[in-house]
């Protein structure tokens, strides 16, 4: 298998720890450059013809894309660990978690960081700063909001590390690079704790 990739993308990262935590060897990276827009080039979109990564290559050829896609297919690829969720009811809570931090904190922050940061001109055209800055709001609403269920919990879907920690972890990091966001500064003691504890897991060194 080969994953089309990119360096210090979220999205790409969030496969990358899957696979980590999964154990799953063999999986070739085929880095692929944002910057020079190498995701656009012809060959690339032969493979994707929305220009994203991750897309994972499977051994007869087929791509598959979408980051939570190619997590259901790895799951199901490499049982265990399981962290998508046993049975259909701890599947249905894993995966409410873990689409609330995928749309309403990671997704804020992607606007934020791609609408204000000049880095990412490039990739946002045209970018509006306003639009980004207000959702650099919202997300640290979704913030408080995932600090106070960490109060209660060890991890984001309940009392075990799954999908949805990979994703707000993610999620958290771009937002540490690219926004300078740390947690504990603004008040958020349980997800900076939170955070510190995911960041020691071997699968948090991917990327």
């Not at 701890?90 to 960081?113: G, P, W």
């Not at 999908?163 to 993610?170: G, L």
Request: charged fraction near 25%.
């Amino acid at each position: 298998m080969k994953l089309y990739t990119a360096f210090r993308a979220p999205n790409p990262r969030r496969v990358a720890m899957f696979i980590a935590e999964k154990g799953i060897e063999g999986v070739e990276d085929v880095m692929i450059d944002l910057s020079t827009a190498e995701h656009k080039s012809a060959a690339f979109l032969a493979r994707n013809p929305l220009a994203q990564v991750p897309a994972l290559e499977l051994d007869d050829g087929r791509m598959l894309c979408e980051t939570r896609a190619i997590c259901t297919w790895l799951e199901g690829y490499a049982p265990e660990p399981n962290l998508m969720g046993e049975g259909y009811e701890e599947r249905a809570f894993i995966e409410m978690a873990d689409r609330r931090v995928e749309l309403r904190l990671f997704a804020a922050i992607a606007n934020c960081i791609r609408h204000t940061h000049p880095g990412l001109a490039k990739l946002e055209q045209p970018q509006f700063p306003e639009f980004g800055a207000s959702q650099g709001e919202k997300m640290r609403d979704v913030a408080r909001w995932l600090d106070q269920t960490l109060a209660g919990q060890p991890y984001v879907a309940g009392a075990r590390f799954t999908i949805a920690d990979i994703t707000a972890f993610c999620a958290l990091e771009f937002a540490r690079g690219l926004m300078k966001f740390r947690p504990g500064d603004e008040g958020m003691q349980h997800l900076q704790a939170w955070r510190d504890r995911i960041a020691e897991r071997p699968s948090a060194a991917k990327f």
